[in-house]
């Protein structure tokens, strides 16, 4: 009977301890959370297309000698820029300039057989020149021979056989005359073969000296200075460095969205702006190996930033109008791979499981689900927020 009061006495004390039920149930409702909210709304979000490519050039010519010489100036090295027209290359002039003299003295020996002087058109009629006159004058003279000859002939006063003869002295002469005629013709015929051959000597004479065929840097020397080149030989690598052309691979379930004149904007290693172009040539037929449709643009690149053979990442708008939603960066919480934001309903927190799209320019991220219009975003959102909790929306 002596324990059983004490025993009595921890039961009362324990059902009225601080841990009771009646103290929890009794305990006050949580004080509602501050937050700030943002209600979602679409926006101008232009829909793109990633892929990848390389950039090329636009231009890439290997510049050869059309003449054989041996090098005598060399005007440029690896990374040298140079305008369309500028001297790359120069051979030895001097054979090259005999040969022209060549040319031309046998122009002016076939012009001198005409009577021609310097600045005579070659353009001659063959009644003027000596030759032909000499002809006619020999023919008019076997002309008036054989009639006079004929009428004594048929006065009986010469014989038969002078009158012949008269006949075929006047047939020489004609022959003669034609003769000369046919001789002016051909003369003028070799003027232009001469004329021909000089041109080719001057067009030589030019070929010694190796122009860029456009503006553009030079990416390899071939040729030494001191050099004998054969006709074709190489001389340096030339390249056109604005603007550059890229070559991008879109994935075949992506392609039919794709248009010349598109915007394009590219990403390089190392660069933090993207560069932007236009889609100018899509191929007429998908590749077959990876399923992709390779497609050209060209990007301004007047300070050539760019390099061909260069790696890039690339979007192509393919529309420029088309709207969604965007939300700050910081209204998103990320755990384990998995996005969710909080949206207030009613005055309490409500958890949405949303999948991310691409950062905009201005650091926003688009939401591609998850989130609809009208919903109430939090926007400082914490990791200690639950479903449920009540919260007070600050204005």
Known sequence: MRFFLPVMGLLCVACSGPYSNSTVTAKAPSKPVPVRTLRISTQLVPEIVAATGELIAEDQAT???????????????????????????????????????????????????????????????????????????????????????????????????????????????????????????????????????????????????????????????????GEFLTVNAPVAVLVRWHPIRVRLQVPERQAFKIRAGQRIDLLLEGQQSPKPGRVMRLSPAMEAQNRSLVIEGEIPNEEAQLKPGSFVEATITVDPNARGIAVPPRSVLSFAGVERVFIVQNGVLAERIVRLGRKLSDGSIVILEGLQPGDELVLNPSDRFVAGQRVEVER
């Open 63 to 225: 510049l050869r000698v059309k003449v054989a010489g041996r090098l005598a100036d060399l005007r440029v090295d690896l990374g040298s820029r140079v305008e369309a027209g500028d001297v790359i290359a120069e051979l030895e002039k001097e054979d090259y300039e005999l040969k022209l003299r060549q040319a031309e003295a046998a122009l002016e020996q076939s012009r001198a057989r005409l009577g021609l002087g310097p600045n005579d058109s070659d353009d001659i009629a063959p009644a003027n020149t000596a030759i032909v006159r000499q002809a006619a004058a020999s023919l008019k003279e076997a002309t008036l021979i054989g009639q006079n000859i004929a009428n004594l002939f048929k006065q009986g006063i010469v014989s038969n056989v002078d009158y012949q003869k008269s006949l075929v002295t006047l047939q020489a002469a004609e022959a003669r005359y034609q003769a000369a005629v046919e001789e002016v013709h051909r003369t003028k015929a070799e003027i232009l073969q001469r004329r021909a051959e000089v041109a080719l000597a001057k067009q030589q004479l030019a070929d010694t000296v190796v122009r860029a065929p456009f503006r553009g840097a030079i990416v390899q020397r071939l040729a030494t200075l």
